[in-house]
């Protein structure tokens, strides 16, 4: 897509601005999925076609023209816990220590 993200334009609905708003989603990021993101078909609802955009943890719906919001959310980020050695416990249990005996710092 040629466009600079910010040229990319879509007709806001009540119920996907209060989405948005919500969900702390800017247009900006929708922009960004239109203009990055995996285009796909999302469910028909009411014998309406709708367009699915995702890119990083946001998913936007449009009407069947990709242009219209429907509503969008964000998906849940998986992150691997860390691993921490005994070493590292060690270490954070003493800075602690320190802070604690010298707050100043």
Known sequence: NSLVTEEISFLS???????????DISKHDLKTAIKYGVKSHA???NGEHRWKF????????T???GRKEITSYKNNVHIQPANITPNMQKDHEEAIELLRSKPEL
């Open 13 to 23: 609905t009540l119920h996907g601005n209060s989405r948005r708003e919500l969900r």
């Open 43 to 45: 469910r028909t609802v």
């Open 54 to 61: 995702e890119f990083g943890n946001v998913t936007y719906i």
């Open 63 to 65: 009407d069947e023209t």
